[in-house]
């Protein structure tokens, strides 16, 4: 059983910077896919980002430029930097590991999921 907790979230101002990271149990971290996904009050989760075990990533166009994904297999750990937040990036952010070793923007390609940890951008 893969277990996944997140940290790095909180309170910013538009126009700041948060890194949130996601550090995983289990043997099979290097060889799957992660991802970032993040759900405001009110709407369904939604796809961020996702990093492939070799690197490869994959945005949501919403954040194509401002958010970049990676990860570090030797601890374990997929990082999410974002920058020039918005208002609208406000959301529980939520990592997730991937049955798959490619990159995929499905909720239902991810088995494992972290508790999730709160973004708050204030205007």
């Known amino acids: ?64 430029g401002r958010f970049t994904i990676s990860r570090d297999n030797a601890k374990n750990t997929v990082y999410l930097q974002m920058n020039s937040l918005k208002p609208e990036d406000t959301a529980v952010y939520s990592c997730a590991g991937s049955v798959y070793r490619t990159t995929s923007s499905k909720v239902d390609d991810y088995k494992n999921w972290g508790q999730g940890t709160q973004v708050t951008v204030s205007s």
């Open 1 to 64: 059983q893969v277990q996944l907790v997140e940290s790095g979230g909180g309170l910013v101002q538009a126009g700041g910077s948060l890194r949130l990271s996601c550090t995983a149990s289990g043997r099979t971290f290097s060889s799957s896919a992660m991802g970032w996904f993040r759900q405001a009050p009110g709407k369904e989760r939604e796809f961020v980002a996702a990093i492939s075990g070799s690197g490869i990533s994959k945005y949501a166009d919403s954040v194509k």
